[in-house]
């Protein structure tokens, strides 16, 4: 497997009402440890989400998935969290939370280009 890089990666979704246990995903992370990469992709449909309920605070979500990838990126004015290196912030984005929005349990993979595999699960997973 020679040229090609192991990989992890985690859906990223929103659960309108925690307590139904009903998702809809809205982004991917997908990370490299020994290609020292880490990426976020999301999208926020609001018609969709807002058939699940009326109740979301869609700009509070925004907010959170903005935090998310601010931690991502390592962006320094994003707090603690942000300066952990790239395993240690994959980690803490998908650690199991009882929010509205969660993670998939991460799942392993091959691939040569991993922005090409990030934008490939993205548009399978989320679009």
Known sequence: MQGKHLY???VIRVLPRVEREEFINVGIILFSKRAKYIRMMYKLDEQRLGLFSTELDIDLLRKT???FERICNGDKTAGT??????????????AVRSSCIQTSRPHPGYAK????EAQRLFEELVL
């Not at 969290?81 to 998908?94: C, G, H, K, M, S």
């Open 65 to 67: 998935l903005i935090s």
């Open 81 to 94: 969290i942000a300066q952990l290196d790239i395993p240690e912030r994959f980690r803490w984005l998908t």
């Open 113 to 116: 280009n991993l922005d090409s």
């Open 8 to 10: 992890e990666y985690a």
